[in-house]
Every structure is written in C-alpha cells, then in structure tokens.
C-alpha cells in the first residue's frame, strides 16, 4: 500500500519529499487513532494522499502549522501563516518588553488565523498585552478564536451593537474592513482610539502577480488574503491597504506617541510603503527588516524621533 501511495504522491514532487511527506501524514493519524493504523486509518491516509496529488496545500490536510512554539489549527479559506511572518513575529516580541505593570495595546489588522497576535501574547509577559484583531473574514476570525482557545489565550468577539470591555480578554475579534475610509471610528466606539503597537500583514500581491500563481494557492487561499488591490486601483501595485492605513493613522492618529506600526510588504514596495509612513502617516522614522531568504520584508515606523 505504501509504495502506491508513495508513487501517488511522487507523480508531483521529488521521492524524497514525497517519502517525507507521507510520513507526516501517517504521524499526524497516528496520533488520532492513538498510535494504531487501523483499516480506518489507512482509508483516510489513502484520502489524504488523493487530496495532497489533487494539490491541495499540505498544511491544510494536516490541519495545523507550527508557529514559533504554537502550533495553530489551518483550514480553507484562511491563509496558511507563512515562515517570513513568523520569523518578524519573533523579532518583534524581542524588540518590545510590554510588563504587567506597564502593559501595552496593540492592533493586528488583517488578522487571518490570529498568528501575529496570538504568537506576541505568548512570549510576551502574561498580563503585559492586549489586542484588537480585525479582519473582514468570518471564516478567519472564527478560525483565530479556536487558535486563541487552543492556546490558552482569552478571547472575545467584539459584537455589533453590544457594548464589549477591549480589557476583558486579551484578544478582542472585530468584524470590519480596514479600507472602509472611517473604519478606525469603530476602534474609538470601542474605547480604543490609540495603540502602541499597531501590526498588519495585508493582501499585498499584485494583480499581475496574482493570475501567475501557482494555482493550488489560488484554489484553497481566499483571494481575499492576497489580492492587494481588490477593487483594481492604485494602477495595480498591490498596494491599497498602505495608502488607506497610512491616512487613517494620520487622521485619527491612531498611534501614541511611544507608539510603532509593522507592516509586512511583498517585493519592491518597502521603498513606497516607508514614503507612504512618512509623507501620508506621518512617521519620524522608518526602517526596513529582512527575512531569513534576504528579502525586505517588513516596513517598521515610529511616531517619535527615537
Ligand atoms: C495576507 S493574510 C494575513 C493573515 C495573517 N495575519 C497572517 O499573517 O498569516 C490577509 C488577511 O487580511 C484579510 N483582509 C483582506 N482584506 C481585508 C479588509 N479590507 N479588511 C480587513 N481584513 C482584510 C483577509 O481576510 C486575510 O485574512
């Protein structure tokens, strides 16, 4: 049977890939039937197999994603969190130490499965941080709470209508879209017009980009996550979400003074995004940080001269 499912999967990949691969996939069943393969089991690794073949990410059929330490539930349409976000997550925790005594707020839009928020609140002192999370996806804000759960961290929606104390849990979930021009009155609604850290990893891809990808993430990821320009503007550049954010940081100063925005950028806009947080947001300093394959990858501005 193995050697079948090896050949399976070898149609797409390289042997020994594949050979890693499908050990992964016995180890993740072995684990849910408690160590035993069972003719059960081997009907769903041959499924497992006939979806990976079919080019369905393997992330999504192992239903999880290391992150740092966390290992977070993935599942269509969310995006899978990527090695390059982690890698300035990690960064970051260690660049600011939030205390008990003095705790910070933060704001991660574009929140996807909740990896920034979620990671940030675990290496970071418990008691020392709270977020709001927003995103204009049910799916991934449904998504982020399960991870918030399975994390041990707390977590609340933010209803509609509903008063909600942003204190109350260290995760708040808000159901918004960030390019709605007066988006950021709904953080003031909620008793929380300023942050100290603000955080995004928009959709950021280009159109052109876009329709060359490799269709597996087109089939499974939401376009929603990717599609930097959803309505087709900005001449196409992918990049919308910067030139929206950086008016609503300025016009409802979003940020405190101490305060600091990191925002993950694809290829070639860090040059635009930093003019955007200097000219638009009007930031005093930017500086650019690389991912571990060398490329800019993160866009960092503070309010103050330092
Ligand atoms: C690139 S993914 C990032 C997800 C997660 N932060 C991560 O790093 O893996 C972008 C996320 O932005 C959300 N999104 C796209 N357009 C949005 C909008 N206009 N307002 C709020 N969220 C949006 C998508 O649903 C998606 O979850």
Known sequence: MYRNLLATLSASMSRSHASRELKWMRESLCTEFNGTLTPESVKTLEDMVSRRARGEPLQYILGSQPFGPLDLIVRPPTLIPRP???D??????????????????????CTGSGCIPLLLNYLWPSGSNHAICVDVSQDALNLAHENAVRCG???EFANEGSPTSTKSASILLLLDDV???????RLANLG???FDLITA???YIPLAEYVNLNSTVKMYEDHRALLGDPNHTCHGEGLSFYRAFATQVRRYDLLKDCGMIVLEVGENQSDEVQRLMLN???????AVWRDPWGKERVVVAWKSTG
């Open 88 to 109: 300035w997550t990690i960064r970051l925790a260690g660049e600011i130490s939030p205390t008990k005594a003095s705790p910070i707020t933060m704001l991660d839009l």
């Open 84 to 86: 390059e976000t982690e």
């Open 201 to 203: 990893n928009p959709p």
């Open 192 to 194: 929380e017009p300023s």
């Open 179 to 185: 390019l709605r021009s007066n988006f950021p009155e």
């Open 153 to 155: 961290i707390s977590v």
């Open 280 to 286: 638009d947001a009007k930031m005093q300093r930017t």
